[in-house]
């Protein structure tokens, strides 16, 4: 039987791995020979890329309010 933090691992780096894997496959079209782009197009994405990754960042986040109190 897996445990919940084996089955994390196990699944995170699949994912981690494929996602890394994307991003070099998105590199090869910086290639200028094959491709035509702008900076306005390539900010897009890599903003597009930073939006989503802080998003996913904040959601392994743990907040914890503090109990409210009148004294300090």
């Known amino acids: 039987m897996e445990t919940r933090e ?3 691992k196990r699944i995170a780096e699949k ?3 494929r996602i890394l894997n994307d991003i070099r496959v998105l590199a090869n079209c910086s290639n200028k020979s094959s491709y035509s782009y702008a900076d306005e197009d390539v900010n897009k ?3 597009a890329i930073e939006d ?3 998003y996913a960042k904040t959601k392994f ?3 914890r309010s503090k109990k409210f109190t009148l004294s300090s």
């Open 6 to 8: 084996q089955r994390f």
């Open 15 to 17: 994912r981690t791995d």
């Open 45 to 47: 994405i890599f903003r």
């Open 52 to 54: 989503e990754l802080k």
């Open 61 to 63: 986040k743990v907040t």
